[in-house]
């Protein structure tokens, strides 16, 4: 902080300005000098000679001619940009408009900061506009960071969920890979996770076959945990309305086979929603649901009166058969 006084200082005795204009001419002309910045700049304030004469003002402070770290603000740098609300959509304007080379520049400027950059409000904008312009082969660098440090955090965040998400869209085949085999470890947590749960719902509809079946394999072995959780049964919902009738029928059975879950799933709205999609499979597993219900529901729907015992009525069992039932009629 010192450092970047001193510098103003010395511009400002230099050049008779007042600090805060000085200071302003010695970024316009940083920005000048960047290929990759001075696009941010109009055709008029790159013609306008502020008056700053870079070299000299860096010569007489450092004694070294070769120096180019500008003197009025030492802790600039162009990928503080994408950290500001206003800066992060002028790049995501110039990221679309670019060329492929501009677009890896621009992106470079995020090498090292990828975690910091995920988890950003506005960063991460940036981030997701990179993989969406870029080859895939481009931004490999920002898979490489996340896998390195922070692929699970950043999958749970609420920022971080969405540049995970854009990786797994518009990733090559093994690019998506390595990302989902970084993930498979905790689909549990992140499938009853508020923003993991977007992330896991992208894995099934994005990775291979063989991923799609070990994380169908993960879901059963946690089904009753996250069929009841207000973000898993989202996860639940998504594989029985998929197309894909092989994992639908996993799942259905899973839920069927364990213990109390069918009943328990009936009393809640989400859960009905389940069940509901789970009927209207044409599977095998669809009769078996309503058999199952049947049952359950008969066992209390019936009740010991004088004389005997007493079917409940068809408006009490209505509030006692789930939803998935009435799918049926």
Not at 19 to 28: C, E, H, I, V, Y
Not at 265 to 281: C, E, Y
Request: aromatic share 4%; with cysteine.
């Amino acid at each position: 902080m010192a450092a970047s006084t001193t510098s103003m200082e010395f511009v400002g005795r230099r050049s008779g300005r007042t600090l805060p204009a000085q200071a302003l001419a010695f970024r316009l002309e940083h920005l000048k000098r960047s290929p990759a910045l001075s696009v941010f700049l109009s055709a008029d304030l790159r013609a306008i000679d502020h008056g700053v004469d870079v070299e000299a003002c860096e010569s007489e402070q450092h004694g070294s001619p070769t120096h180019v770290e500008p003197c009025a603000d030492q802790h600039f740098a162009p990928w503080r940009l994408a950290f500001e609300a206003v800066g992060c959509r002028e790049l995501q304007r110039k990221l679309e408009v670019a060329d492929d080379a501009l677009r890896s520049a621009m992106a470079e400027e995020l090498r090292g900061r990828v975690c910091i950059a995920a988890m950003s409000p506005h960063a991460n904008y940036v981030l997701q506009k990179c993989i969406e312009v870029l080859h895939p082969a481009s931004f490999q660098f920002i898979i490489d960071e996340l896998l390195s440090d922070c692929i699970l955090s950043s999958a749970r965040h609420k920022f971080g969920c969405r540049v995970v998400m854009r990786l797994l869209e518009h990733g090559l085949p093994g690019q998506v890979y390595a990302l989902a085999e970084a993930l498979m470890p905790g689909i549990s947590e992140l499938a009853r996770n508020g923003y993991g749960n977007y992330v896991v719902q992208h894995m099934i509809k994005y990775c291979t076959h063989e991923q799609r079946c070990s994380v169908m394999d993960a879901l059963q072995k946690n089904i009753a945990l996250i069929c009841k959780d207000l973000y898993g049964s989202s996860v639940v919902r998504t594989v029985l309305a998929s197309s894909e009738s092989i994992a639908s029928s996993c799942l259905a059975t899973a839920i069927l086979m364990s213990e109390g879950l069918v009943h328990d799933l009936a009393k809640s709205h989400r859960g009905q929603a389940i069940l509901k999609l789970m009927v209207k499979l044409d599977i095998p597993q669809s009769q078996g649901l309503l058999e199952k219900l049947t049952t359950t529901e008969s066992s209390g729907a019936s009740r010991h009166a004088k004389g005997g015992r007493k079917r409940v009525g068809p408006n009490e069992a209505v509030q006692l058969v789930p939803v998935a039932c009435l799918a049926l009629a």
